[in-house]
């Protein structure tokens, strides 16, 4: 059974880097795209990207530059960079797999999350 | 992009009745929706898929209709475990979610 686990820091201060990082167990890496997903307090759910093991990872392309997703096959996670944080990525950061359903028609949806991580940007 | 309207923004409603929530895509999108629960502190969870195929495990008072442009999640008959947010979201189209429907207690 596919089980995501998120780590990563819970404080970061602004324009500090942050890196998330999604371990997955069960399946590997490689045979899934994968996302993150993340949601401000109060607010809904911003979907910031998605990779797959081989190729470019895509970015939401209303989101600030300075995120990077990445894929490390020999440890069977993915990571989420942002860097030069402000108060406005303060939010729970979600890993996600990608249904296998219909990716191969470019059509994603998420089925399974990972619990969540709260990152909260504030000097 | 494509652009998805939930409504209502909240619905209150009593164990036992039968609510509908809907999503409006601002384009066609066929029958490519996906709809999540979410509760409080805790992270989506997939419902249904293709606008009406229910997940494996979740409840059958659920149910998803639509195609086009109009789609809708029902509930037949409320649970206490069912109060939560719901949002959409068009999987022919990548970064978009509806802004949620928070499901209230009466």
């Known amino acids: 059974q596919v089980r995501l686990q998120q780590s990563g820091p819970a404080l970061v201060k602004p324009s500090e880097t942050v890196s998330l990082t999604c371990s997955v167990s069960?399946?590997?890496?490689?045979?899934?795209?994968w996302s993150w997903v993340r949601q401000p307090p109060g607010k809904g759910l911003e979907w910031i990207g998605y990779?797959?093991?081989?190729?470019?990872?895509n970015y939401n392309p209303s989101l600030k530059s300075g995120v990077t997703i990445s894929v490390d096959t020999s440890k069977n996670q993915f990571s989420l960079t942002l860097s030069s944080v402000t108060a406005a990525d303060t939010a729970v950061y979600y890993c996600?797999?990608?249904?296998?359903?219909?990716?191969?028609?470019?059509?994603?949806?998420?089925?399974?999350w990972g619990e969540g991580t709260t990152v909260t940007v504030s000097s | 992009d494509i652009q998805m309207t939930q409504s209502p923004s909240t619905l209150s409603a009593s164990v036992g009745d039968r609510v509908t929530i809907s999503c409006r895509a601002s384009?066609?999108?066929?029958?490519?929706l996906a709809w999540y629960q979410q509760k409080p502190g805790k992270a989506p969870k997939l419902l249904i898929h293709?606008?009406?195929s229910l997940e494996s495990g979740v409840p059958s008072r659920f149910s998803g209709s639509g195609s086009g442009t109009e789609f809708t999640l029902t509930i037949s008959s409320l649970q206490p475990d069912d109060f939560a947010t719901y949002y959409c979201?068009?999987?022919?189209?990548?970064?978009?979610f509806g802004q949620g429907t928070k499901l209230e207690i009466k």
């Open positions: 069960g399946v590997s890496i490689t045979s899934y795209y």
């Open positions: 384009q066609g999108i066929s029958t490519w």
């Open positions: 990779i797959y093991y081989i190729g470019s990872p």
């Open positions: 996600a797999r990608i249904s296998p359903r219909d990716v191969f028609q470019s059509h994603y949806y998420m089925d399974v």
């Open positions: 293709r606008a009406s």
């Open positions: 979201q068009p999987y022919n189209s990548p970064y978009t």
